[in-house]
């Protein structure tokens, strides 16, 4: 199966549509000026103030466009090289349809995370916002050093399940069936997030000494 331009345009425009909006719900019932008050982090600050930072988050919108495009294309682009090597090539655009269709895996994990926040800690702070990863494993760790707190909330059954879809995906548009194709995302796109994880500890540890 080969996914032509519209259709990875129209997914891309689907996957950007829903992050929207849920940046725009989360703001709303979440982030909002009271919230940030209530958690002391605008202590201080008058009113022109907060109005000022609130309207900046409207630039999450432009950076979420920028995170998206850079994400889906690098790891569109191990898997295209991770299938090369293996002698199965594929066009890079069926690679990234499949990407992006299985990125809405973390739509459902925002969503989750949203609505659990809303409902079942309504008085919790920034922190507990930022700390609050459905099903991942820092709530086995909950007293983890925060250097280690980005791989452990990565590592949760969303994620796992995205490298499920990827693998039927790739059924779709290679002829390996499923589980040489999950072999492919284990070769291909998990060392690859390995080595992001451990940057993103170093880069903690070396920058913010304090939380390691």
């Known amino acids: 199966m080969h996914c032509k331009g519209k259709t990875i345009l129209i997914a891309f425009i689907a996957l950007l549509s829903t992050?929207?909006?849920l940046i725009a719900l989360t703001n709303r019932l979440i982030l909002t000026p009271d919230f940030y008050k209530r958690s002391g982090d605008l202590l201080g600050y008058d009113d022109n103030a907060l109005t000022t930072y609130v309207n900046a988050q409207k630039w999450l919108y432009f950076f979420e466009i920028i995170y998206l495009g850079i994400k889906l294309s690098l790891i569109s682009l191990v898997l295209y090289t991770t299938l090369y090597i293996a002698r199965q090539p594929i066009r890079f655009s069926s690679i990234l349809c499949v990407v992006i269709i299985a990125e809405f895996t973390f739509v459902l994990s925002a969503l989750g995370k949203l609505l659990w926040f809303h409902y079942f800690i309504p008085d919790g702070s920034l922190s507990d916002w930022h700390?609050?990863?459905?099903?991942?494993?820092?709530s086995l760790f909950p007293d983890a050093p925060v250097a280690w707190y980005y791989p452990l909330q990565t590592l949760n059954v969303f994620e796992i399940a995205y490298w499920f879809i990827l693998a039927m995906g790739m059924t779709k548009i290679t002829r390996l069936n499923f589980d040489n194709s999950l072999l492919i995302v284990l070769k291909g796109y998990v060392p690859a997030l390995v080595v992001w994880m451990a940057c993103v500890v170093f880069t903690t540890m070396v920058f913010f000494p304090s939380q390691a």
């Open 19 to 21: 992050s929207f909006a």
């Open 131 to 138: 700390n609050t990863y459905l099903l991942s494993a820092l």
